[in-house]
């Protein structure tokens, strides 16, 4: 089945700095979506992307869908302690089922 | 908009007995619900997909008995964990979309968590 490869695994940084994660897919993607998941909690969408090349902001957050339709990456600017969580990417080929990345659990160090 | 809530966010029950999760669209009609099922420091994993008004599609290893969805209207649908048992304990998670909205976003619920005994 369809698998996407979600890295890095975990960040660690300083408040302040830029943070980028990015997943790629096994298939041709015609939506990416970016979800952030804190403890305890379902996860919240971030930002949907939904043609290639698309690149779209959503205050700090940055998301780019791949040229090649198989790649995501989202980029976080200037990072402050409440960023901390694991975020998932997702996607779809056109089911209305999504496939997860396994997630980028980021930490933030004041 | 977009808020989805689920009911209740967290219960014990004894092993053996049934436990009915609810899950709410609040401010959008939810065509298709999904039911999640997360273990510590993991991804989320599709248990179901369940469609208003038609019994849902289970998940490869899913047991469709064990796990009793409905989904009998556009704002709810529920999760029924029969016969718990320690291992069913987990932190289950519901989403809800809306396929006439032609995206394929989907908006999660606060999760519950079951704990068997």
């Known amino acids: 089945g369809q698998q996407l490869n979600q890295s890095p695994q975990s960040m660690f940084i300083q408040e302040g700095e830029d943070v980028s994660m990015n997943c790629t897919s096994s298939s041709i993607f015609n939506t990416w979506l970016w979800y952030k998941q804190e403890p305890g909690e379902g996860p919240v969408l971030l930002i949907a992307?939904?043609?290639?090349?698309e690149l779209t902001s959503n205050g700090r957050l940055t998301a780019q869908f791949g040229i090649t339709r198989k790649d995501s990456f989202l980029n976080i600017s200037a990072s402050i302690p409440s960023d901390v969580g694991i975020y998932f990417c997702?996607?779809?080929?056109?089911?209305?089922?999504?496939?997860f990345g396994k997630g980028t659990k980021l930490t933030v160090n004041p | 908009g977009a808020v989805v809530s689920q009911h209740p966010s967290w219960v014990i029950c004894k092993s053996g007995t049934s436990v009915k999760i609810e899950c709410r669209s609040l401010d959008f009609q939810a065509t298709t619900m999904f039911w999640y099922r997360q273990f510590p420091k993991q991804s989320l994993m599709l248990m179901a997909t369940s469609n208003e008004g038609s019994k849902a599609t289970y998940e490869q290893g899913v047991e469709k008995d064990k796990f009793l969805i409905n989904h009998a209207s556009l704002t709810l649908s529920t999760l029924t964990v029969t016969s718990a048992h320690p291992e069913d304990s987990s932190f289950y998670i519901c989403s809800a979309s809306d396929a006439r909205a032609g995206s394929y976003e989907q908006y999660f619920g606060p999760g519950t968590r079951l704990t068997v005994t």
């Open positions: 997702a996607g779809t080929g056109g089911s209305e089922k999504l496939v």
């Open positions: 992307l939904y043609k290639a090349g």
